[in-house]
């Protein structure tokens, strides 16, 4: 019986946060504000060659903060007490958060280059687990189409457990939110502001 939370935080980070293949990639423990709740993205880590990595800044080049919601925190707490628990030790805020078991056992880096085969290898699993189950399969989307899911979650807003409605939010907060920006007719203080 494997347990690996490594679907969940993926599958977390794009669709209810947004965050770029990179940025989960390149998102560091010490980039966490567990007293305030919220995110600093100020990291993108990118494949250069086929085993090496390079960290940069996020695509835009701007750093946002993103305000933690309980989804994330959960599964960011989950996965930070998993990986102690293979450490054996407390993680470090110069570590990145996206690890595969053998990479904290072995002691380096995942491959930026594997995430997305990752996503796969688990969607793939999770659906011969439902066929076993004798329940239908779960289309694939790709680990990219998380972000077009909260962008569309954001300007239409969310029906929650209880049966209420997020409110939308407006194109401006959506934009700056994904980290995408503003096309150049948009572009003026009050838009900035």
Not at 8 to 15: N, Q
Not at 51 to 75: A, C, G, N, Q, Y
Not at 139 to 144: N, S, V
């Amino acid at each position: 019986d494997y347990y690996d939370p490594t679907f969940l935080y993926l599958a977390v980070m794009s669709r209810t946060a947004g965050f770029r293949r990179g940025e989960m990639a390149g998102l560091m423990w010490g980039d966490i504000d567990w007293v305030n709740n919220k995110i600093t993205i100020q990291h993108n880590r990118i494949q250069v060659i086929e085993k090496r990595s390079k960290v940069k800044l996020p695509k835009t080049e701007k750093i946002r903060i993103f305000e933690m919601h309980k989804h994330v925190i959960d599964v960011l707490k989950l996965y930070k007490e998993w990986q102690e628990e293979i450490l054996g030790r407390p993680v470090k805020d110069n570590e990145f958060v996206l690890q595969w078991e053998i990479n904290l056992k072995k002691k380096y880096t995942c491959s930026v280059g594997k995430i997305s085969r990752r996503w796969m290898e688990i969607c793939n699993q999770i659906n011969k687990n439902r066929i076993k189950l004798g329940k239908e399969e779960l289309k694939y989307t790709g680990l990219h189409d998380g972000r077009h899911i909260y962008s569309t979650w954001c300007l239409v807003g969310v029906v929650r457990e209880d049966g209420t409605k997020t409110p939308s939010a407006n194109v401006f907060q959506t934009y700056f939110s994904m980290g995408h920006s503003l096309p150049r007719g948009l572009q003026n203080t009050t838009t900035e502001v």
